[in-house]
């Protein structure tokens, strides 16, 4: 207990002069009273300044450790703190310390060296305890480093959540329009959306602008519908008139048009650089990005990849940071423009701005298109359109040209590479850039690594390119695979099983908004292979099930293998001394729980550099 607290009122009373009053002398000659009231004056007063020390010293304490003062984080039922150190070892506490992790083991332990022994002194145990304030779980609950997305789309996810179109079986609904009167009044404002998957409707045919402007709301406003996969547009009349007139043909694109051969509303790839969108605004961007965040935190989110960020977004991220306001670590990976001059070597690189909450040292690159839409890049044709084989985004020299320029001065080069073809090429560019370099300085990333050559996954892993994979991809695409690429391909579609048994490291993400920003969903994939109600086209065993990660790959592949891959695995990624206190905390365990439960597992509480940013403690 602190010391009590000497009052204002107390001092007076102490201090008056009627406290020291003459009292009558006595006749028998001994001193009186007032004769010794110097001397118990001095006994007083000195017995009152040690004692209104201590409680200054107290306080002086007690204010410079609160709100940096160490706490502990504690299981009261055995170890259920996951620490994915090199041991993958299991603690019953964590300590922290401002931003910082001071210490893990047993409530035992970290008392012994944190918090007041029994053996310490009266006056040491007054000032110092509590010190080590201690926090215990819910029951079930575990800990896991802070979990990573290591490829996403930030702003995008905001975007798509403003008209969200995901599992949609046709033509969105009206009511976005109807219920925002500035859009419903303005037939001007553009209207954008996303998540429109045509492979699940009745048809499985391209949608069209007609049926937009079918519905007397929507027509005459220019609408811009972004697919799942990010691969595909899908537009208004209106929208297309803004944009035109448009190319007969796009290099790494493809404008699906009619019979009359003119453009009927979709734009794949490059060709969805055609319609001429405005420019967000500022208030655009912090409204995306604060809805994507706060549905990150959530979700138990602390760091993001974001695969691809323009210039916009780059500038918009920097300035965010700047303001001291990032409230998520965001790893960016700058867009490669091809018809724009190299860049390398007169960009700087942005590493740990505002205390790791920013960096920017990665450029991405498109190889191909998406299998979804069929612009993967194959060896041989698609098994349901022998027509074509898919296509390569960008001329392949290009990879041989600007790869090592990159590598050179210093860029991490992450490929977006779909299709068997476009990650051969990528790996053809990558082992002839790294001859004689130190990989491990460099790190380079294949982004997807969805399809490969037996040979190719071999060579991946000897060559220490790191494969960043979705495996929710896999559950979603599980169910059309085969029929796009025959029974024989499809065996070498998702193969993460036979990637890690190559050698080669992975790394785990969502790429939300295509799929869902839940990173559960990810590792419930990756070790079950089944849809979230149990199916797939194998059975309730799972899709290829001899392709499942150990749930223990899974961990590491959302937490330290994205630390990782992007050059923070000594400050982030594992619960370890020394590093940021970035941590998540779920309601069960799922090391242990029955696959079909994990989808069922909460977010108790999200902790970014030791502060709570979502639940409680």
């Known amino acids: 207990m602190p010391p009590p607290k000497v009052s204002d009122a107390d001092d007076k009373t102490n201090g008056h002069s009627n406290g020291f009053a003459k009292q009558p002398e006595k006749s028998n000659g001994v001193h009186s009273s007032a004769a010794k009231t110097p001397r118990a004056f001095t006994k007083k007063f000195n017995a009152l300044f040690v004692f209104t020390l201590l409680g200054a010293v107290w306080a002086a304490i007690r204010s410079s450790t609160q709100g940096s003062g160490p706490y502990a984080i504690c299981s009261q039922d055995g170890k259920r703190i996951y620490t994915v150190d090199e041991h993958n070892s299991k603690v019953q506490c964590v300590v922290v310390q401002g931003p910082h992790i001071l210490d893990t083991g047993s409530l035992l332990e970290v008392n012994e060296r944190w918090g007041a022994s029994p053996n310490q002194s009266t006056i040491t145990r007054f000032l110092t305890k509590p010190v080590l304030s201690v926090q215990y779980l819910p029951p079930g609950a575990v800990v896991v480093p802070g979990i990573t997305d290591s490829h996403a789309h930030i702003l995008e996810y905001g975007a798509s959540q403003e008209l969200p179109l995901e599992g949609t079986p046709n ?22 959306g996303g998540g429109w998957d045509h492979t699940i409707w009745p048809s499985s045919n391209w949608p069209s602008g007609a049926e937009l402007d079918a519905d007397p709301v929507i027509r005459g406003r220019p609408v811009v519908l972004q697919s799942k996969d990010c691969h595909a547009l899908w537009v208004s009349a209106e929208a297309m008139r803004l944009s035109s007139p448009f190319p007969d043909s796009v290099e790494g694109g493809i404008i699906i048009r009619g019979e009359d051969g003119e453009p009927t509303g979709v734009f794949l790839d490059n060709a969805q650089d055609l319609i001429k969108q405005p420019e967000l605004t500022e208030d655009d961007l912090r409204r995306r990005f604060k809805l994507a965040v706060d549905h990150a935190h959530a979700r138990g989110l602390t760091s993001i990849h974001d695969a691809g960020l323009d210039p916009m977004s780059l500038a918009f991220f920097k300035k965010q940071a700047e303001n001291g306001i990032l409230p998520i670590r965001v790893y960016g990976m700058t867009y490669f423009n091809e018809h724009q001059p190299y860049w390398g070597n007169t960009t700087q690189i942005i590493i740990g701005k505002d205390d790791y909450r920013l960096t920017a040292r990665s450029v991405k690159i498109f190889a191909d298109g998406a299998l979804r839409t069929g612009g993967a890049a194959l060896y041989e044709p698609y098994h349901d359109n022998p027509e074509t084989s898919g296509f390569m985004r960008l001329d392949p020299e290009i990879l041989f040209d600007v790869i090592p320029k990159y590598l050179r001065d210093g860029w991490q080069v992450n490929v977006h590479a779909i299709g068997d073809r476009a990650n051969g090429i990528v790996l053809d560019a990558f082992e002839a850039s790294l001859k004689g370099a130190n990989v491990t300085a460099l790190r380079p990333r294949l982004e997807h690594a969805q399809m490969m ?14 494969a960043s994979v979705q495996p929710t991809h896999a559950i979603s695409d599980m169910w059309y695979a085969e029929d796009r690429l025959g029974p024989e391909r499809v065996k070498l579609l998702y ?22 920003m839940n990173p559960l969903s990810a590792f419930y994939a990756a070790v079950a292979r089944v849809s979230p109600d149990g199916k797939s086209p194998h059975g309730p065993e799972g899709w290829f099930p001899e392709q499942r990660l150990t749930r223990i790959e899974a961990l590491r592949g959302m937490t330290i293998d994205p630390a990782y891959a992007s050059f923070t695995e000594d400050i982030l990624g594992s619960i370890e001394v020394g590093k940021r206190a970035d941590f998540t ?5 799922i090391m242990s729980a029955p696959a079909d439960t994990i989808l ?10 030791g502060k709570t940013i979502f639940g409680k403690l």
């Open 585 to 589: 905390v779920l309601s069960q365990d």
């Open 171 to 192: 033509i969105p609904g009206i009511e976005f329009i109807l219920n925002n009167p500035e859009v419903l009044n303005d037939k001007t404002k553009w209207i954008r």
């Open 600 to 609: 069922e597992t909460k977010v108790v509480a999200t902790v970014i550099d």
């Open 453 to 466: 050559t037996r040979a190719d996954m071999k060579r991946l892993g000897k060559l220490g390119v790191i």
């Open 495 to 516: 193969a993460f099983r036979s990637v890690v048994d190559s050698g080669a490291r992975i790394t785990l993400g969502s790429d939300f908004p295509v799929e869902s």
